[in-house]
């Protein structure tokens, strides 16, 4: 498995969007316009360039097609390596793979209430959490597993939690 992941700099913004805009599909460029936030643009931005540099530098391929499954998960066409995007804060994330991938990053926020989370959490995962001497911590490491796994399924929500807790067991 293959991570990269890069930074957003505001002061790069313009360069950036002309540097890798013209590289995607009108539908990619869309995608990463639709944003009012010029970070939450060049997140999407540079989620998407670590892809197309990962699948070059690491697959050897230059031109493929990426489509989206019935479930909204992103694959591309004709190729047997799947990949994931995550970003947060001032962090984009792409991790590809021979297998099916799901990445997850989060910058803990002191401002979250972990017990709000509490109903996607097993008993498990809770008691660990209230137990933990960083709370926080725990409660985001728990967090991203849980997302990480649910991304690389492809089914999101609809995973039942009780599988996650299976999956993680036997990861």
């Known amino acids: 498995m293959i991570i990269l992941y890069t930074f957003i700099q505001e002061e790069k913004h313009q360069c950036l969007l002309d540097q890798y805009l013209p590289v995607f599909s009108e539908d990619w460029q869309k995608d990463i316009l639709k944003y009012r936030k010029w970070q939450d643009t060049q997140l999407s931005l540079l989620g998407k360039a670590l892809l197309l540099h990962g699948l070059r530098t690491y697959y050897d391929i230059y031109e493929?097609?990426?489509?989206?499954?019935?479930?909204?998960?992103?694959?591309?066409k004709d190729h047997p390596v799947h990949f994931n995007i995550s970003h947060s804060?001032?962090?984009?994330?792409?991790a590809l793979a021979e297998?099916?991938?799901g990445l997850d990053?989060?910058?803990?926020?002191?401002?979250i209430n972990y017990s709000d989370f509490e109903l996607h959490m097993t008993s498990y995962e809770t008691e660990e959490i209230?137990?933990?001497?960083?709370?926080?911590?725990?409660?985001?490491t728990y967090w991203t597993r849980k997302e990480a796994v649910i991304k690389a399924h492809g089914d999101g929500m609809m995973l039942p939690?009780?599988?996650?807790?299976?999956?993680k067991m036997n990861a």
Do not use: G, H, Q
Request: net charge positive.
């Open 89 to 94: 804060k001032d962090l984009a994330a792409c």
């Open 64 to 76: 493929t097609e990426i489509l989206v499954s019935s479930n909204k998960k992103p694959y591309l």
């Open 161 to 167: 939690w009780i599988l996650l807790k299976f999956l």
């Open 99 to 101: 297998f099916p991938v």
């Open 105 to 111: 990053v989060e910058f803990s926020d002191a401002s």
């Open 130 to 140: 209230r137990n933990a001497e960083d709370k926080m911590k725990s409660f985001f």
